[in-house]
């Protein structure tokens, strides 16, 4: 299993072409959820330290339930795109087995995100180089997913992954920054 998520990460067109094979949903929850588990846990349990240990695992928990639903509802939107963009069409099975296995970077950067918990304050720097690192990371083998899966070639993949994150953020965070903006307006704070 080891050699496989070596495969993933770092010997990506390879190891996507192998899962893809035998697509395991129950495997890719597992990975998913072990991933994502470990980086909020060792996140919360490092900053929220003086909370009770039954609130850093409902934040855990919350956050696992939450990240598991978009980024399967954020498949499906990909597949969705893909098809208006006419392209050839592909396993949606396949490419919902294969995100869980998008966000193991977290896991490799788990030890980056307990270190930069053990230096405070002066490592939120590096917690959020560790994020956007892993985040990086993640969208690199959604795209190389999305060639497996769709066979399609690495520049309209990355178009189809950018298109879709602006799609999230006009959906999700416009709204919500026009309307600070307004509100701050009408206070007359800027």
Request: proline share 3%; with cysteine.
């Amino acid at each position: 299993m080891r050699r496989k998520t070596y495969k993933l990460l770092f010997e990506t067109t390879d190891g996507m072409n192998e899962l893809v094979k035998q697509k395991s949903l129950w495997r890719s929850i597992s990975y998913f959820t072990l991933s994502i588990g470990l980086y909020t846990g060792v996140v919360t349990n490092t900053w929220l330290l003086q909370m009770p240990l039954q609130v850093r695992f409902g934040i855990i928990l919350a956050t696992v339930i939450v990240l598991g639903t978009a980024l399967t509802i954020y498949g499906f939107l990909l597949h969705g795109i893909l098809e208006t963009f006419g392209a050839v069409q592909g396993d949606v099975k396949a490419l919902i087995c294969l995100l869980g296995y998008t966000t193991l970077p977290f896991l490799v950067l788990t030890p980056a995100a307990l270190l930069a918990g053990k230096m405070g304050v002066y490592g939120l720097p590096l917690l959020g180089i560790a994020f956007v690192l892993g985040f990086g990371w993640m969208l690199y083998l959604l795209i190389h997913s999305l060639e497996v899966i769709y066979i399609i070639n690495f520049t309209r993949a990355c178009v189809t992954v950018l298109f879709s994150l602006l799609l999230l953020y006009i959906v999700f965070i416009f709204p919500w920054q026009v309307g600070f903006n307004l509100l701050l307006r009408a206070l007359q704070l800027s």
